[in-house]
Structures are given as C-alpha cells and as structure tokens.
C-alpha cells in the first residue's frame, strides 16, 4: 500500500530563516511525486513534480527534491506570505488519483 | 483562467438527508476526482471518474455515491448524511494521467 508521511507537522520559522519540509514516501512504482500549497479556506495548487531521484524543481524561494524514498521542499528567506500548509502527494504508475500526506503547516512569522 | 467550480461553498444539512455536492470544469479534463479533507487525518479519496459514466472507489467510497453524465461534470452524492460526514469536500480535476490536479474552493458540509 503507498504510504506518504510529512514532517515535521507544523512549523514556525522567523522571516528570512530557511529550513525544510520532509515528505517521506513508499509507492510500488512511481509515476510522480508532488508538491502542493494549500491557504486556509482554498483548495490545494499545485507547485511541483517530480518524476525520478536526482531531479530538482525551484520556484522563486522554494526548490523541491527527489530521492528514492523521500522528498525535500527547501524554503529559502521565507516570507510571511509563504505560510500555508504544504502538501506532498505520489502517483502509482498503476493509478490515476493521488495519495496525499497529511501537509506541514507552515507559519512564517515578520 | 482555468477553472474547477463546486456548487456550494457552505451547507448544512440534517442526518438522512439526502445531499448533492456539484462540481464543474472548464478545462476538458478526463479526469475527475472527491476527495474529503478532515484535520489530523488529511486528504482521502472518496470516488474519481476517468472518463463520462466511469467511476472508481477510492479510500473511503462508504456512504457516497458519484455521477458523471458529462464530461465537465461530476456529483457526489450522500444517500442519506450523517454526522460522521461532516468534512471539507474537495473536488478536483486533471488530464488523463497527470498528476497535476486542479482542485475547487471546496464545500464545507455540516450534517447535524
């Protein structure tokens, strides 16, 4: 069964102070990693994928990563308008819908 | 601008009711899914569709039914609600196997 697990839950960081978001991931076949940013009270948009160990995808302060088993968001100097819950997702090459991790709530304080 | 639009931003409804949340997409996706969103426990599939008429269960299909008559169209369908059905429902969609969802502002349904 695929299981995707983020760490840490929630996380406070002062603006400008970097730090990472784990998403550790076991899937029977990888079609393709994902990264999500959700504000509260919206639904989730997209932000990232990742096909295959090794590939790197940056985004203005974020830059996501992809091992065999885990992926990284790195956030660079956040700030305040960076805060949201960011969600990690894969994608079986057997199937069509995501498996969600249950997100990082990220709060980035001035 | 791409679209992903659910009928009903806030309900409340009664235990046996019966519940009809829409959701349509203006991009001609194939793909189609409902997924529910509770706090500690994240984002579950309940149903998706790939394609008009087709339809799969996901994690937690138990208590819901869904609809795709049209391509831009799906509805999830709650026989008779009950409290433990009170959630944030998230509709979304995607091109035929992608990964890249496009999600709704999603319904918060409050069964009483």
């Known amino acids: 069964e695929d299981q995707v697990t983020q760490s840490p839950e929630a996380l406070r960081l002062q603006e400008g102070e970097s730090s990472s978001l784990n998403c550790s991931y076991t899937?029977?076949?990888?079609?393709?990693l994902f990264w999500y940013r959700q504000d509260p009270g919206k639904g989730p948009e997209f932000l990232f994928t990742?096909?295959?160990a090794g590939e790197e995808k940056e985004k203005e302060r974020l830059k996501a990563t992809l091992t065999k088993k885990e992926s990284f968001l790195h956030i660079t100097a956040p700030k305040p308008e960076d805060s949201a819950t960011y969600l990690c997702?894969?994608?079986?090459?057997?199937?069509?819908?995501?498996?969600f991790g249950k997100g990082t709530s990220l709060l980035v304080t001035p | 601008d791409v679209k992903v639009t659910q009928s009903s931003r806030y309900l409340v409804k009664r235990t046996g009711e019966k519940v009809f949340l829409e959701c349509v997409q203006d991009?001609?996706?194939?793909?189609m899914f409902w997924y529910r969103q509770d706090p500690g426990l994240g984002l579950r599939l309940i149903y998706f569709?790939?394609?008009?008429?087709?339809?799969e269960k996901g994690d937690i299909p138990e208590g819901y039914s869904v609809s795709r008559e049209k391509k831009e169209r799906f509805s999830l369908i709650l026989e008779s609600a009950s409290t433990n059905q009170t959630s944030m429902y998230l509709c979304?969609?995607?091109?035929?196997?992608?990964?890249?969802?496009?999600f709704g502002e999603g319904s918060r349904l409050t069964v009483l």
């Open positions: 979304a969609s995607s091109y035929r196997g992608s990964g890249e969802l496009f």
């Open positions: 899937v029977s076949g990888l079609r393709g």
């Open positions: 990742l096909y295959s």
């Open positions: 997702a894969v994608q079986a090459n057997s199937g069509y819908a995501l498996n």
């Open positions: 991009m001609d996706h194939e793909n």
């Open positions: 569709s790939y394609d008009v008429k087709m339809k």
